[in-house]
């Protein structure tokens, strides 16, 4: 193991990390070291099936280059390049390039990587998986049923104002780590690359496979969803429900959701909140269910906002919104049954997160017809 993985593993509050993560960290950044010599692979054959895509893409490229005119003498003239960007892809598609399972699974295996080089830089819990999997959540859960607006679709959180929207605040950083990925495989959307680093980071963390397929488009400015869609932390139930209802999902879906918070921690320079929800933040565990119903939790006395710690060891929390969870008979009933059974959470976890990073997106710009299962790193 190295010494960079031995540091981050010691710097870890994880009581479930076990040292064959460790060495997988290890193994993942000799490889990487080895694989960013390499080029970035060149594709196969058209597929006539992919027509409605690759007009997708032209109309999103015209539109982009459009806005990159008009916001080029302003501050986010940077982000709107990106969108110019999207203008090589849109080449590279109508010569021919169809990516194949084969290709995403590389852009996978890349973004597992990348995900394990944060201990080497000493962020947080020695993985970037929380955060990437925060921005795939919050790319997607813009999304309203009602106007069909919004979801993982067109990667508008690239622009302003959704890049500085409050909800978003951080993901900047998630956005910036998976940059150099969109450069070595240029083909491949925003929409669906974040999409792909958060079911990369649920599946390498130690969490169920994530059903995904590759389709969408990168869009433009005009295109930003309004501020307010993603939900408030410091809200109650009628708010959660409201926000999820609005995406389609019931009180059981929003449970099994909510249970990412297994997975990382909140920043005060960030959201406002501080700590972790468990001792394993860089584990997929049913730990949060546990630890909600199990432990006594009390407000936090501090000069932040209103959140509870544990009254044991003051060093995990929860948001008002994962209380409430424990106090809504409804919400409760799930609570119960997915701190009962790991296996009963994975497999409703799941199938909630597939439907939610493909929320947005057209069915007939999908790829395939049925979402694929990538291939975790140790099955390769
Ligand atoms: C009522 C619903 C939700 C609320 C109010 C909420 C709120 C928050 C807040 C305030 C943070 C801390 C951000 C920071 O300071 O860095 C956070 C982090 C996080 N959230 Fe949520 N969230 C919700 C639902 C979800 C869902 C549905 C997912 C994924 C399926 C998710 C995944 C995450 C992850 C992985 C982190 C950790 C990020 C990191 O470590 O950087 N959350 N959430």
Not at 66 to 87: H, M, P, Q, R
Not at 282 to 289: K, M, P
């Amino acid at each position: 193991m190295s010494f960079a993985a031995l540091r981050a593993s010691a710097r870890r509050v994880n009581v479930v990390a076990s040292s064959a993560r460790g060495s997988r960290v290890a193994l993942r950044n000799s490889a990487f070291r080895k694989y960013s010599t390499e080029v970035p692979p060149s594709g196969p054959a058209p597929k006539g099936s992919n027509k409605l895509l690759i007009g997708g893409i032209a109309a999103a490229a015209v539109g982009g280059a459009a806005f990159w005119v008009y916001a080029s003498n302003s501050s986010s003239a940077k982000e709107a390049g990106t969108a110019l960007k999207s203008g090589a892809q849109a080449a590279k598609v109508a010569a021919n390039y169809v990516p194949t399972k084969e290709d995403y699974q590389k852009v996978y295996n890349r973004i597992a990587e990348v995900l394990d080089s944060a201990a080497d830089k000493e962020y947080d819990d020695g993985s970037y998986g929380p955060v990437v999997v925060r921005l795939a959540w919050h790319s997607s859960g813009t999304y309203d049923k009602e106007t069909n607006t919004g979801g993982s679709n067109y990667a508008t959180m690239r622009f302003e104002p959704e890049a500085t929207h409050g909800a978003n605040a951080g993901l900047k950083v998630a956005r910036d780590v998976l940059e150099p990925i969109k450069q070595e495989f240029p083909w491949i959307s925003y929409g669906d690359l974040w999409t792909l680093a958060g079911v990369t980071a649920i599946q390498e963390l130690g969490g169920p496979k994530i059903p995904w397929r590759p389709g969408r488009i990168d869009g433009f400015a005009a295109q930003c969803t309004p501020d307010g869609r993603l939900p408030d932390a410091s809200q109650g139930a009628d708010h959660v429900r409201n926000i999820f209802y609005r995406m389609g999902f019931n009180d059981q879906e929003i449970v099994a959701l909510i249970g990412a918070h297994a997975l990382g921690r909140c920043h005060s320079d960030r959201s406002g909140f501080e700590g972790p929800w468990t001792f394993s933040p860089t584990s997929v565990t049913n730990e949060f269910y546990k630890l909600l119903l199990n432990e006594k939790w009390v407000w936090k006395k501090w000069n932040g906002p209103k959140q509870l710690e544990d009254k044991t060891t003051h060093s995990l929390m929860m948001l008002p919104t994962d209380y409430v969870l424990t106090q809504d008979k409804s919400f409760k009933k799930w609570v119960k049954a997915y701190a009962d059974s790991e296996d009963l959470w994975f497999k409703d976890f799941s199938a909630a997160v597939s439907r939610l990073f493909e929320l947005g997106v057209p069915t007939q710009q999908f790829v395939a017809s049925e979402p694929w299962i990538m291939k975790n790193t140790d099955e390769n």
